[in-house]
């Protein structure tokens, strides 16, 4: 047989997906189907991300979402964009999302729940810096045509089937897992395809990176100031780029820490729960790091609303494990 010379472009997520499933001899397809829905609804919305400057997509829209933060004209088209791409698929029974106030019902039939970040880092749309989008699977408790209820959604972070965020950075990235390791995608716009850059990511147990906004200094509890100047003694960096999908993953990559911790501003910290400490913990536990409220493990936390809001300390297992220990 003639030698194959041409370099391979790698695998797709596509073929990546397939594969995978081929592990689960009882799978229907239905999460395949619903893992590639939300690849295509990022895909689009990166071409969206990628003219954030233009007019049509520039700006807020003068309306405020349930979190009472005014909401950008990139937060609504993309939130229209993973809606429309789920609503078409039809392997979601509901779908949670930040950008609305109650629970998108679907279709009925469907076994999987969406809860979703449409656009994370909506205050760096406009200037350019990178943002991503949020997601986190569940598997409905109720039987497929019942009615979907509250049960079904506010499902502790373990229970989800698969979580995962898309990064529009410098290069745009897909990075998930179903609970089998965590694995990363670049996207190939010539191909259109997102393709395996980063295998089975470790995140390094200790690293030398911090992210919190220090701005807030003064209104932080004592143990926090204490561990943002242990962190300085260490002549850790300090990093924060203000889109948590952004700061997750470089420390991800590189080792470190983010903390949005409770505050008098915050009493419960800013970031939602359901559709963002979820799914990074999920993430953060799969490639060996560690996620925390401060004294809980954020996937041990019974949710009692949608949009309910969480402190998150989450990254490398020995830099979270330091800075909980200024709180015991
Ligand atoms: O400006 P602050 O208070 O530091 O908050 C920044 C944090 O808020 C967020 O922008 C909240 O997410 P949304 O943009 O999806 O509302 C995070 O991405 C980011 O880490
Ligand atoms: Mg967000
Ligand atoms: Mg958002």
Do not use: W
């Given at each position: 047989m003639q030698k194959i010379i041409a370099p391979s472009i790698g695998t797709t997520l596509d073929r990546f997906i397939k594969n995978r499933q081929l592990h689960f001899p009882y799978a229907t397809?239905?999460?395949?189907?619903?893992?590639?829905?939300?690849?295509?609804a990022c895909k689009i919305l990166n071409r969206d991300v990628?003219?954030?400057?233009?007019?049509?997509?520039?700006?807020?829209l003068g309306n405020f979402n349930i979190q009472g933060e005014a909401q950008q004209k990139l937060d609504v088209i993309a939130d229209d964009?993973?809606?429309?791409?789920?609503?078409?698929?039809?392997?979601?029974?509901?779908?949670?999302?930040?950008?609305?106030d109650e629970l998108i019902e679907v279709?009925?039939?469907?076994?999987?729940?969406?809860?979703?970040?449409p656009l994370d880092g909506s205050s760096n749309i406009d200037v350019g810096v990178s943002i991503g989008t949020i997601f986190s699977i569940y598997r409905r408790l109720s039987e497929p045509g019942e009615p979907v209820n509250t049960k079904d959604v506010l499902q502790k972070g373990k229970n989800q089937i698969?979580?995962?965020?898309?990064?529009?950075?410098?290069?745009?990235?897909?990075?998930?897992?179903?609970?089998?390791?965590?694995?990363?995608?670049?996207?190939?716009?010539?191909?259109?395809?997102f393709v395996l850059s980063h295998q089975n990511i470790r995140s390094p147990e200790n690293g030398k990176i911090y992210s919190i906004n220090e701005g807030g200094y003064r209104s932080f509890e004592n143990p926090i100031r204490e561990y943002i100047n242990f962190c300085k003694d260490q002549k850790y960096s300090a990093r924060y780029v203000g889109?948590?999908?952004?700061?997750?993953?470089?420390?991800?990559?590189?080792?470190?820490?983010?903390?949005?911790?409770?505050?008098?501003?915050?009493?419960?910290g800013?970031?939602?729960?359901?559709?963002?400490?979820?799914?990074?913990?999920?993430?953060a536990e799969q490639s060996g790091g560690m996620a925390s409220d401060g004294c809980t493990r954020i996937?041990?936390?019974?949710?009692?609303?949608?949009?309910?809001?969480?402190?998150?300390?989450?990254?490398s297992k020995n830099m979270v494990i330091k800075a909980l220990s200024y709180i015991d």
């Open positions: 397809g239905e999460l395949s189907q619903l893992l590639q829905d939300i690849a295509l990628n003219k954030a400057g233009l007019v049509d997509i520039n700006g807020d964009r993973m809606i429309r791409a789920l609503t078409n698929g039809g392997q979601v029974c509901a779908i949670l999302s930040e950008e609305r279709n009925n039939e469907s076994h999987y729940i969406v809860a979703m970040d698969a979580a995962g965020y898309v990064l529009y950075g410098s290069s745009t990235m897909l990075v998930y897992t179903t609970g089998y390791g965590v694995n990363g995608f670049t996207y190939e716009p010539s191909l259109g395809e889109s948590l999908v952004s700061d997750f993953h470089r420390n991800l990559i590189k080792g470190g820490i983010y903390i949005y911790p409770k505050s008098n501003q915050a009493p419960h800013k970031l939602r729960l359901m559709y963002e400490a979820n799914a990074l913990a999920f993430i996937m041990e936390i019974q949710p009692i609303e949608f949009h309910q809001r969480s402190p998150l300390f989450i990254g």
